[in-house]
């Protein structure tokens, strides 16, 4: 699938919602994407010269008629059209979720586990990876989404700043560490729910001392809309421009709360992506700007300052009503 079908299979709004240009479309690489197979497809409807006709007839016609002209196709016709041609290019999404166990048969809460689904055969090419999704904290469970297709699932203990593989979907067992015996996860026609991984152990040590090696503070907050709403499902990321590192993320709760481990001494930028058409959120999209609020300390360039103890009261205001809903 190339990277624009790709792009685009995260969502399923209409090609009018984002050709309206309705504040509340979710843009970023997916909508661009989706935006950009268009074009490809009404290039191939009117031929190779039709798009520099198009600009050509804008000097004297208004865009729609532009559009009929160059393309051959009525405005009408557009949408419905394109329609029926993403649904037999673009690839549909099912959503695959689960939870991860600890040895004592909870969900893994103090250790957050990245799920990574490869097709089958590529376990071991990074670039080919699917998706990918995190358990543990809050949300307890994942979901991942997948086009129809064979995958093995990949397990990795993170904290802020590094890593650990731990191994695979192990299918009845509900673990493995040998990537031979993972067990295929097959996405035919339609969504999967329950799978349940079992992990024998917790992390081991190495990786818990690696993730502990450097102090953290909490950094505690909520995110809320341009009318003081709560947020839920933004994608936070934290950055140190100084260092040129990025540090925790995390998905706001139903709440619109978070959490976020940092370093201590540093000034921090913060990334908010709505994740939409998501099932457990795995993929955030581009959701807007925002401003920080509350009683804390910022730095000239409007940054989040982080000394050597817990922050909290943190609001982050995004400054436009970005919204999921196609209404």
């Not at 031929?47 to 007839?57: A, I, P, T, W």
């Not at 990074?126 to 093995?152: C, H, I, K, N």
């Not at 934290?238 to 976020?260: E, I, M």
């Amino acid at each position: 699938m190339d990277s624009n079908r790709r792009e685009a299979s995260y969502i399923s709004v209409p090609l009018g919602q984002i050709d309206n240009g309705r504040p509340d479309t979710p843009w970023g690489d997916v909508g661009s994407s989706l935006a950009a197979l268009a074009a490809i497809w009404l290039v191939e409807q009117g031929g190779e010269d039709s798009l520099v006709d198009y600009y050509r007839q804008l000097g004297s016609k208004g865009w729609r008629e532009a559009l009929e002209v160059a393309f051959g196709i009525t405005y009408s016709e557009v949408h419905s059209a394109f329609a029926a041609h993403r649904a037999e290019t673009v690839a549909v999404r099912r959503g695959v979720s689960g939870v991860v166990l600890g040895p004592d048969g909870e969900p893994v809460e103090d250790w957050m586990i990245n799920i990574e689904a490869y097709p089958e055969g590529a376990q071991h090419t990074p670039g080919l990876r699917e998706d990918s999704a995190r358990s543990g904290g809050f949300p307890s469970a994942f979901t991942l989404r997948l086009p129809d297709g064979t995958y093995v699932l990949l397990l990795e203990a993170t904290c802020p700043g590094d890593l650990g593989a731990l191994g695979w979907y192990g299918g009845e067992s509900g673990f493995t560490t040998s990537s031979a015996d993972a067990t295929r996860v097959v996405v035919e026609g339609e969504s999967i729910e329950g799978l349940v991984i079992r992990l024998p152990w917790l992390p081991d040590e190495k990786v818990r001392e690696r993730c502990s090696n450097v102090l953290r503070v909490a950094v505690s907050g909520v995110v809320v809309g341009p009318d003081g709403q709560p947020r839920p499902n933004v994608y936070l990321s934290s950055y140190d421009p100084v260092t040129a590192k990025s540090h925790d993320n995390t998905f706001s709760a139903a709440d619109g709360s978070f959490t976020l481990s940092l370093p201590p001494g540093g000034a921090y930028r913060f990334g908010a992506d709505l994740a939409c058409d998501l099932e457990g959120g795995s993929t955030p999209m581009e959701g807007g700007e925002h401003v920080i609020e509350g009683d804390v300390q910022l730095d000239a360039d409007g940054l989040l300052v982080v000394a050597n103890e817990d922050v909290v009261g943190v609001i982050i205001r995004l400054r436009h009503a970005f919204s999921c809903s196609p209404d």
